[in-house]
């Protein structure tokens, strides 16, 4: 036996920076400290662990890649190896992270005004507020071209009607950016939580992301006043562009979750007898593990690869798209053949496979589901839209 990490067979690692490798160990060690003693009872709870926010701000990982507003300037192959590590731990954690740095606070530094961007930025990365993306709405989340939310002119304020769902973050965020028609085209608006007529409701009884929040948005007759408006974001392409850097991020984390799930079974595996001989000794286990880390290791080069075209500014929406369903197929997969050679035990959450599994499912659908992505890929190769 060589001594390759079981993990990291291609030494992935070792393509990496010194600073790139220190915010990996950083964001592993507050996982494995933090995260992890506590990620059990709020998935079994449906309690997203808000004692949590302040560390994530501290370590750095609202806004990461910010070079101004007080974010810590890191590379977008930082930002994935956060994502990966958190999602490690659980894809709520991840989930928190993308919608504040890449939604939220990526719409408002792409198409805010620098009041807002002053006004928001700096507590956003403090951790101090939270935000939300709301652009779902329940009849047709891959198509959001048919929104119904409408923001028309009031004297020179914008009344906002309209309702979003599955929202992540929706009870917890302070601050939620809302594309809603105004004048004929699609744009955003910055609604602070308090403001009369948004209501936030949770939906509950969620079998998957159960730490994270997941919310309906409600606004009727909002008003806010036309600094609310972001000016950058006209049309649609302005929200798919920020959609863009969260499922870079999901690329990494789907990674994370695969790893974990495949790191529980070798332990388990190797203590596990059956008919004489630990199970990590029979041929049929060993082709799955093999499969699992061929997989892992494939998702995890595409990863890196494509964080180098990100950091480059060269990453291309159908390069984001297939390396998110690749990554996500691959980890959603891994997880649930994880949690079957884990037998019976592995249906609890003494085990993280079938928790990892449960929340891949939306992590699947959301950000573009499996076939938006296919479709995204498809028209890059044929010129065609199939959608
Ligand atoms: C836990 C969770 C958190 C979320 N967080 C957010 C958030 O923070 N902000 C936000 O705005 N949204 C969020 N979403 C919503 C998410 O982005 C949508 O659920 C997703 O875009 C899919 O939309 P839909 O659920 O309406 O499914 P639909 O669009 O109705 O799709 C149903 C099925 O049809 C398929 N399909 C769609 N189009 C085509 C086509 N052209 N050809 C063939 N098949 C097709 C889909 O792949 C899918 O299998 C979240 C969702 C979940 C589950």
Known sequence: MSDLEPLDLYDVRGLLSESEQLVQETVARFVQREALPIIDACFATERFPTELVPRLAELGLFGATLTEHGGAGLNYTSYGLICQELEAG???????????SS????????????????????PMVAGKKLGCFALTETHGGSDPARM????????RDWVLNGAKMWITNGTLAD????????????????????????????????LSLRASSTAELIFTDVRVPSSAR???????????????????????????????SLASVLVYAQSREL??????????????LAEAA????????????????????????????????????????????CRDMLGAAGITLDHCPMRHALNLESVITYEGTESVHQLIVGRELTGESAF
């Open 294 to 337: 061929r997989r892992i290791t494939a998702a995890q080069l595409l990863a890196w690869r494509l964080g180098q075209l990100k950091d480059r500014g060269e990453a291309a929406t159908a390069q984001i798209s297939l390396a998110k369903w690749n990554n996500v197929r691959m980890a959603l997969d891994i997880a649930r053949d």
């Open 103 to 122: 939604l939220a606070m990526g719409c408002i530094a792409a198409c805010g005004t620098p009041e807002q961007r002053e006004q928001l930025l700096p």
């Open 230 to 260: 972001l000016p950058g974001a006209q049309g649609l392409k302005a929200a798919l562009r920020c959609l863009d850097d969260a499922r870079f991020g999901i690329v990494w984390g789907a990674v994370g979750a695969a790893r974990a």
């Open 275 to 288: 008919f004489g001989q630990p199970l990590a000794g029979k041929q049929l286990i060993q082709v799955r």
């Open 90 to 100: 659980d894809s709520a954690l991840r989930s928190c992270v993308s919608v504040q």
């Open 175 to 206: 601050i939620a950016v809302v594309w809603a028609v105004a004048d004929g085209n699609i744009g955003a608006f910055l609604v602070e939580r308090g403001t009369p007529g948004f209501e936030s409701r949770l939906v509950k009884d969620k």
């Open 148 to 155: 119904r939310t409408r923001a028309e002119r009031s004297g």
